[in-house]
């Protein structure tokens, strides 16, 4: 493994570093205002949600790695102390992108990059209209937490109000993945689109848990044909198959070799019959 000493290793190195590692990463598109009331818009992808109750964003406009000035998102966010923050979807992307040039303050960016300003309820910066979800935020705090180039500027928001088109609903009012058009990014210039192909489902175990991998026999733990992740389907069964259920596959499987069995519950496992192959590959415990 290649070893990374931050201190000895240069600036630009270690953000490509990071960025290419804490990835993909959603972005928020930050909506502020000076205390003159010129608009300002820009991208951020330093950013996630760390609560719900109260719901609190947190994003972070960096010290520039290059000459250690502070973006004007910061310095709005500090005389306002007020940001819509819009999630970024991929019909927008080039728009987006177009944003993060550096122009001098005051310069809108709704106007530079031609996506529609609509107003606000509770807080004076615009919303983003070709937005699917946007949120009006309240700030918390910020955390310094440097004064060189590079340092971040942690900008920690509560959501006081959150719009969300309804166009991206499912039947029960939930937000779809199919239809959230996510974008996110990733390191240097990549970024990656969510399409239908990309998303699985994977339930969490929420109150009640798996056996483990560390109960399997060794025969299942050592094998040479199952997966880490085939493990962990294994491990996330709340019980073993019970002697019934191993005896009711037996048939399927008595001519096979050991690693036949292997490749055949590993089929299973990839294919949606967890509990099969887990009865395939208990068979010698009975
Ligand atoms: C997708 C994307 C994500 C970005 N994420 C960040 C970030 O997390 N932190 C940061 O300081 N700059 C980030 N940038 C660069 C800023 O958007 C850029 O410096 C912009 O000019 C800042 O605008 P402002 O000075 O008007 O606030 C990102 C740029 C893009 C295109």
């Given at each position: 493994m290649l070893k990374i000493i931050p201190s000895e290793t240069p600036l630009p190195k270690m953000h490509q570093y990071i960025l290419g590692a804490v990835s993909p990463r959603p972005i928020a598109f930050a909506s502020t205002m000076d205390k003159n009331g010129n608009p300002n818009l820009a991208p951020f992808s330093f950013f996630n949600a760390f609560g719900s109750n109260p719901p609190v964003v947190i994003f972070s406009p960096a010290r520039s790695g290059r000459d250690n000035t502070t973006k004007h998102t910061l310095d709005n966010i500090e005389d306002t102390k007020e940001v819509v923050i819009n999630i970024v979807n991929y019909n927008m992307v080039q728009q987006m992108s177009l944003t993060s040039s550096p122009y001098t303050k005051g310069v809108n960016e709704f106007i530079k990059s031609g996506l529609?300003?609509?107003?606000?309820?509770?807080?004076?910066?615009?919303?983003?209209?070709?937005?699917?979800?946007?949120?009006?935020?309240?700030?918390?705090?910020?955390?310094?937490?440097?004064?060189?180039?590079?340092?971040?500027?942690?900008?920690?928001?509560?959501?006081?109000?959150?719009?969300?088109?309804?166009?991206?609903?499912?039947?029960?009012?939930?937000?779809?993945?199919?239809?959230?058009?996510?974008?996110?990014?990733?390191?240097?210039?990549?970024?990656?689109?969510?399409?239908?192909?990309?998303?699985?489902?994977?339930?969490?175990?929420?109150?009640?848990?798996?056996?483990?991998?560390?109960v399997l026999p060794a025969s299942i733990r050592n094998s040479k044909i199952l997966t880490g992740n085939n493990l962990g389907q294994l491990g996330s069964f709340l019980a073993f198959p019970t002697k019934e259920e191993i005896d009711s596959i037996k048939d399927k499987i008595i001519n096979l070799s050991e690693e036949q069995i292997h490749l055949l519950a590993k089929n299973k496992l990839d294919n949606g019959e967890a509990l099969e192959g887990f009865k395939m590959l208990m068979h010698k415990s009975v």
């Open positions: 529609t300003p609509i107003e606000s309820e509770l807080v004076k910066p615009f919303r983003v209209k070709e937005s699917f979800v946007q949120f009006e935020c309240k700030l918390l705090d910020i955390v310094y937490t440097g004064d060189k180039g590079g340092a971040g500027n942690i900008i920690i928001c509560e959501i006081i109000l959150m719009h969300i088109d309804e166009k991206i609903l499912d039947e029960n009012g939930k937000i779809d993945p199919y239809k959230m058009d996510h974008v996110a990014r990733m390191g240097g210039d990549y970024y990656t689109k969510v399409i239908p192909e990309s998303i699985f489902i994977l339930p969490q175990p929420k109150t009640e848990c798996g056996i483990g991998v560390d």
